[in-house]
C-alpha cells in the first residue's frame, strides 16, 4: 500500500476517534444540562430517561404533581458532534443542531387552540386546519413568526408568551391544544439551557386556561 495513503488513513481514523470520544463527551454535558434544567423547573415526582441513538439523545417522561399539573413528556435530540463525517454534512443541511421537544399535560380546560411558529417552520409543522384559523404574524428576537389560534381569541396571550421568552429567537413552536389539554414547545436550546427558557413559560401558561371553568 502506498505509504502516503497509508499515514492519511491513520491520521483519519485517529481523527475519527478522537472526535466520537470528544463530542460524545460534549454531547453527554449537553444533555446533562437540559435534564437538569428541565427537571429544576417542572419538579417531577418521578422521571424516566430512555437513550436514543446512543450520543444522539434521550425521550423522557416526568410524573408531576403540583399546581394544574399532571405529566410531561419530550424529546432532546443533539447535534452529531461525536461524528467526524457526519456533522459537518448535517450542519451544511441545517439538522446539526441541538432541539428540545415538550409536551405538558394539564388537568383544567384551556381556551381554544393556539401557535406561535417561527415563520420558516409554518408548512413543517403540519397544523390541521390551518387555513380556518385566525392568523397574525409579529416580530421577536430578529426573527419572524406566526400567531394562529381558533376559539377564544388568543392572539395577546400567544404575543405575550414569545415575547417573555429570554431569547425568542431559539423557539420553533410553542402551541397549547384545548381537546387534549397540553402544550407543546419546541426550542433550539444553546448550551443545552432550557431552564430560563420554562421558568419564563410557566407564568404564561395560565392564560390559557378557561377562566370560566368551575374550580
Avoid at 62 to 85: E, I, V
Amino acid at each position: 500500500m502506498n505509504p502516503y495513503l497509508l499515514s492519511a488513513l491513520v491520521v483519519l481514523a485517529l481523527a475519527a476517534t478522537g472526535q466520537y470520544f470528544l463530542g460524545t463527551k460534549r454531547n453527554r454535558a449537553i444533555a446533562a444540562t437540559i435534564s437538569k434544567g428541565a427537571e429544576e423547573v417542572l419538579k417531577p415526582k418521578m422521571t424516566n430517561y430512555v437513550n436514543i441513538g446512543g450520543a444522539i439523545g434521550h425521550n423522557f417522561t416526568y410524573s408531576l404533581a403540583w399546581g394544574h399539573w399532571t405529566n410531561a413528556k419530550g424529546t432532546m435530540t443533539l447535534s452529531p458532534r461525536h461524528s467526524l463525517l457526519y456533522l459537518p454534512v448535517s450542519r451544511i443541511l441545517g439538522l446539526g443542531v441541538d432541539r428540545f421537544y415538550l409536551s405538558l399535560f394539564t388537568k383544567k380546560k384551556l381556551r381554544g387552540e393556539g401557535h406561535v411558529v417561527l415563520d420558516k417552520e409554518l408548512r413543517r409543522a403540519r397544523i390541521s386546519g390551518i387555513e380556518d384559523m385566525e392568523r397574525r404574524e409579529v416580530e421577536a428576537g430578529g426573527r419572524r413568526f406566526v400567531l394562529l389560534w381558533r376559539g377564544d381569541d388568543l392572539s395577546e396571550a400567544l404575543e405575550a408568551t414569545l415575547t417573555a421568552l429570554p431569547e425568542p429567537a431559539r423557539l420553533r413552536h410553542f402551541c397549547c391544544y384545548g381537546e387534549n389539554k397540553t402544550f407543546f414547545l419546541k426550542t433550539h436550546p444553546v448550551k443545552g439551557e432550557v431552564a430560563a427558557d420554562l421558568r419564563a413559560l410557566l407564568p404564561r401558561l395560565e392564560s390559557f386556561f378557561d377562566r370560566k371553568e368551575k374550580a
